[in-house]
């Protein structure tokens, strides 16, 4: 198992593959003196992840310290502080690094006592898999409840029950089951994806690294080879998000957000939305140092540039345009409360989400939450470790996702005001209803609104008449003075409507007719987005520009005749088309195979074979001015 | 097996594990797409071409996961790729949160992949934060040298601060003892330098892995107003929604690369191609042996003992800090993967070249406790 490099090795084939693994995060949990120090020292000492000075200042402290009547105390190795090693005792959360030829291991080796549950859920809150330790002789303990229920609150999926000091019990089949079943029963209430059970000694060794021939009846895997092999990827189908953590300004032509995508993946071209402005926009690049990325997947630190001119800070989220996150001013959360001074419902505590600082308050707590039971507990107030649910009251809206469906985007920390200690963390559960409900209102948009916004009154402007006659030439010239005026238009014409949303459709009379009618409802919806649409389509058939006509509000439809006549046009023949219908190559082509119905009123006639495309152009703008579709 | 059939064996095995074509890493080596192939069906070269091209591949190797030119983003992260970003996310955090940061500069390999981790965090700015030095006067040349430099080489800011009651007092390495030249050019100028300018974060390149008091250290490691660590009152950390908030006078101190190993930042300098001072690099200098620990006589401030003469011997240095005070290892290894190779051989530990933790375990938390990083 050992991925230790030997005299006589390749290096680079080492570090070939040594670049290729994946990394696992782990913590050990658990009551006091069931062994977590000791089962990581033996993690270590077996990985050969200890150095030989370090070995031998194990030796001397062991001698000094251990509580292992002078042999090896592999619980040394990991109580860094001295404080520790005086007490025997786990005070803080220890970090530890170790690799296999298979993985990369990070360990958290966490404190059993209760006084220290808070650096315990440190290290619980980055890890992927947890180790609850129980001592064979102990059973279930309150700590073990404690802590599995705060790996659960937590979200880690995957736990090992490692039932430790089976030595202790002449590795009874009979001891370890029962305590199986106990915490199995327990665990029922709890939110794991999986649970495994393993009869461990980590003082003597047994499970650790091979299963052991002490125990014939476990028919599970061994610790280490389970760890190494452990899937905790997450079916992470979840939508993009990006909290801006801070503007990159270097000059005026520079504006790039950067920040750690926190779920889903982005690439150029995305449309994401800003919140909690709701500006859309569109990702132009993925900046780096080395050159820019191509895309940028979950856990990334990138730094954005967007198409458009949006304003965004830190403090916002950058999310898919398809799926933004909630915002709300009114949470419900679970707290687990951290500080010695207790909890008070109505002061003023500073909320710290992945990337923001918001003034909160708690207003309620619903219920505490008995950690031995999990039964629902009334409360006026959360103690130190204490956990409950509570609602919270911000001084601003809070752009999130549940804590179960995004730990980073549902997470937040408080801190005292006086003393800036982190007093508490919490894991959002939902927005409460009252700030839903101003949400909804808030987005009640209509055409109208719309329009105001844009200074315009939309309207759809229909341009017909024979190929070559100038429509979209026309059409194009009326846009670009628009444009030019600031309206906001679009031209849908057989160009672009034909290659897309039109393409199953060809030129018999039946597919003329189901043309017209997608172009006419997809510009109504333009129109209803308050956009002045432009449609250049010969549409020659009356009866289908009137039934557009009547889909529309009054004045909303303005059809625009353009008149050259067929000899005029035929002439021009810009795309070739009347010389192959002539010679029969095209079927069904109007003016020459198939008929054009001229509009009997239509609101302007144009004859570009009298009149330049400019000047044309010029009129038409002039008739929306004058009828104050131009605001 | 010949010197060009190695070559071709690890571009062949280098193509299997990268997913990069033959041709696109004959390529890189040989300026020639179909130079791998020529050797394949016997065709010889010159010494000096082969040893170019095994000396690049050193590099693709060690690199592990070569990027194809141009648009970069592996398929998936590897480890690196995943400490990469949290330094990141670290240092933009401090930035966005903290007022007036500053990034502790020692001119080490910790420092130099700090350094880098700054330059991609906030591209195209450059770090919006100066680099402090604290200077003891008893330096590596070629280390004051390689920092000098990178002003203009990188276009950051550097500050240099050195304890000048110290200078004035002559305090030194040789007469006062390591344990008192540490703490007054260095813990106390740290200090000095700190209060100085008011810098109310600093970046350290601590890693757990280095020692057992580290490793219980947060990534986040408050300070009271005169610089010390409560060990047993540390802040609740949890996820990667850190607390910057301090009171006036307090400050902290951030160890972005906290969960890195020392494995790991050599891979990261080689990956990376980061630019390092020459002495990790084994090369012939004149050292003196004192009680086991090979000490180079870097200029004549260094009295020899009666009798004492420097040996040139080819070494070189696993950590870098004051000359008289760091010990040299015996070595030839002069190119990273050589580096990497003696490190994983060696098995112990990197700080054991350095004199100031030697003494007794908790003596780094005890350091820390009165200040030292």
């Not at chain 2, 200090?191 to 757990?208: E, I, M, P, T, V």
Request: hydrophobic share 35%; charged share 30%; net charge negative.
């Amino acid at each position: 198992m050992s991925n230790v490099f030997k005299d006589g090795d390749d290096i680079h084939e080492y570090l070939a593959s040594h670049e290729q693994k994946d990394m696992l995060r782990f913590l050990t949990c658990g009551s006091v003196d069931d062994g977590k120090s000791t089962l990581i020292g033996r993690l270590l000492h077996d990985a050969q992840s200890i150095f030989d000075d370090q070995l031998e200042t194990l030796g001397s402290d062991s001698k000094k310290f251990g509580t292992q009547g002078g042999e090896i105390d592999f619980a040394l190795l990991v109580d860094g502080l001295a404080a520790e090693r005086e007490q025997g005792i786990t005070i803080d959360v220890a970090y530890r690094f170790f690799s296999t030829d298979k993985r990369k291991f990070i360990v958290a080796d966490t404190p059993g006592h209760e006084q220290y549950t808070r650096n315990m859920a440190t290290g619980a809150s980055t890890a992927d898999v947890a180790i609850i330790l129980i001592d064979a002789r102990q059973g279930v303990l309150p700590q073990t409840r404690r802590h599995s229920f705060i790996c659960s609150l937590l979200g880690i999926r995957h736990v090992v029950v490692a039932i430790n000091k089976m030595d202790i019990v002449d590795f009874s089949e009979a001891k370890f089951r029962a305590i199986e079943e106990d915490y199995r029963e327990f665990a029922k209430q709890l939110d794991f994806e999986s649970i495994t059970c393993m009869p461990l000694s980590a003082l003597k060794g047994d499970n650790i690294l091979t299963k052991s021939s002490n125990t014939p009846w476990y028919d599970g895997a061994a610790l280490l080879p389970w760890l190494e092999t452990v899937d905790v990827t997450r079916k992470d189908e979840r939508p993009f998000r990006m909290p801006v953590q801070w503007v990159n300004r270097p000059n005026l032509d520079f504006r790039g957000f950067a920040g750690t995508v926190v779920s889903g993946r982005v690439e150029p071209g995305d449309e994401v939305v800003i919140l909690p402005s709701g500006k859309r926009t569109k990702v132009k690049a993925i900046v780096a140092r080395d050159g820019d990325l191509a895309f940028a997947d979950k856990n990334r630190a990138v730094t954005l540039t967007l198409e458009d001119e949006v304003d965004a800070s830190r403090g916002d989220v950058i999310a898919a345009a398809t799926a933004p996150a909630e915002q709300a001013g009114q949470l419900q959360a679970k707290i687990i409360w951290m500080d010695d001074e207790e909890m008070l419902p109505g002061r003023q505590y500073i909320l710290k989400s992945n990337n923001k600082m918001i003034p909160a308050q708690i207003t309620d707590l619903k219920h505490r939450i008995d950690v031995n039971t999990l039964e629902h507990l009334s409360g006026k107030t959360l103690k130190l470790n204490e956990i409950g649910e509570c609602n919270l009251s911000l001084t601003q809206r809070l752009v999130f996702d549940p804590y179960t469906e995004n730990r980073s985007m549902g997470s937040f920390i408080l801190i005292d005001r006086l003393t800036n200690s982190t007093v508490g963390v919490g894991m959002i559960d939902y927005a409460l209803r009252r700030s839903k409900n101003v949400h909804w209102q808030a987005l009640e948009v209509n055409k109208e609104s719309r329009q105001k916004i844009l200074g315009q009154k939309s309207c759809m402007l229909w341009f017909t008449g024979l190929s070559g006659s100038g429509k979209s030439t026309v059409a194009n010239l009326v846009e670009k003075r628009l444009h030019d005026l600031g309206r906001l238009t679009y031209v849908m014409d057989g160009d672009n409507v034909r290659h897309g949303l039109n393409r199953d459709l060809g030129f018999t009379d039946a597919d003329r007719v189901e043309n017209i009618r997608r172009v006419g409802e997809a510009g109504k919806l333009m129109v209803d987005a308050g956009v002045i649409t432009l449609v250049s389509f010969i549409s020659p058939f009356e009866t289908e520009r009137q039934s557009v006509r009547e889909r529309m509000d009054d004045g909303e439809f303005i059809e625009v005749f353009i008149s050259t006549p067929l000899e005029v046009a035929e002439q021009r023949d810009v795309k070739g088309l009347y010389a192959k219908a002539r010679k029969g190559e095209i079927k069904n082509f109007t003016g020459i195979d198939s008929p054009y119905e001229e509009p009997t009123n239509p609101e302007i006639t144009v004859d570009t074979s009298e009149v330049a495309a400019e000047k044309a152009a010029e009129m038409i703008v002039e008739y929306l001015d004058q009828k104050g579709y131009l605001g | 097996m010949t010197t060009a059939e190695t070559l071709l064996k690890r571009a062949e095995r280098l193509s299997e594990t990268s997913g990069l074509s033959l041709t696109t890493i004959s390529r890189k080596l040989l300026n020639d797409g179909k130079g791998l192939a020529r050797i394949k069906n016997g065709g010889g070269m010159t010494e000096k071409t082969l040893q170019q091209a095994t000396e690049r591949l050193d590099a693709l190797e060690v690199a592990g996961t070569p990027r194809a030119e141009g648009l970069l983003s592996p398929e998936t992260m590897t480890h690196l790729d995943r400490l990469e970003a949290e330094a990141i996310h670290i240092m933009r955090e401090v930035v966005a949160e903290v007022e007036n940061p500053v990034m502790l500069y020692s001119i080490g390999k910790d420092s130099a992949v700090m350094l880098h981790l700054a330059l991609k965090a906030f591209y195209p700015s450059k770090p919006p934060f100066p680099l402090l030095h604290v200077d003891t006067t008893y330096k590596f040349r070629q280390m004051i040298e390689f920092r000098d430099a990178l002003p203009e080489r990188l276009g950051v800011e550097l500050r240099v601060w050195k304890n000048e009651d110290g200078i004035k007092q002559g305090v030194n390495p040789f007469t006062h003892g390591s344990a008192v030249h540490t703490d007054i050019m260095k813990t106390q100028a740290l200090k000095q330098a700190l209060s100085h300018y008011k810098f109310d974060a600093a970046f350290g390149g601590a890693r757990r892995d280095e020692e057992k008091s580290r490793a219980k250290e947060r990534i986040f490691s408050f300070r009271t107003a005169d610089h010390r660590w409560d060990p047993k009152n540390q802040r609740p950390e949890l996820w990667n929604i850190y607390n910057t908030r301090t009171a006036p006078g307090e400050s902290t101190r951030v160890f972005p690369i906290s969960n890195w190993t020392e494995l790991d930042v050599w891979q990261y300098i080689a990956r990376e191609n980061i630019d390092m001072v020459p002495l990790y690099f084994a090369g012939v200098r004149p050292v003196v042996e004192r009680d086991g620990t090979l000490i180079m006589v870097d200029d004549d401030r260094m009295p020899l003992h009666p009798g004492e003469k420097p040996m040139e011997k080819m070494v070189r240095f696993r950590t870098l800090g004051c000359y008289p005070l760091t010990g040299a290892v015996e070595s030839s290894a002069d190119t990273l993967p050589k580096i990497i190779e003696e490190m994983l051989l060696s098995r112990s530990s990197e700080r054991q070249g350095r004199v100031i933790d030697h003494d007794q375990s908790a003596s780094m938390e005890k350091k820390k406790q009165e200040g030292y990083f």
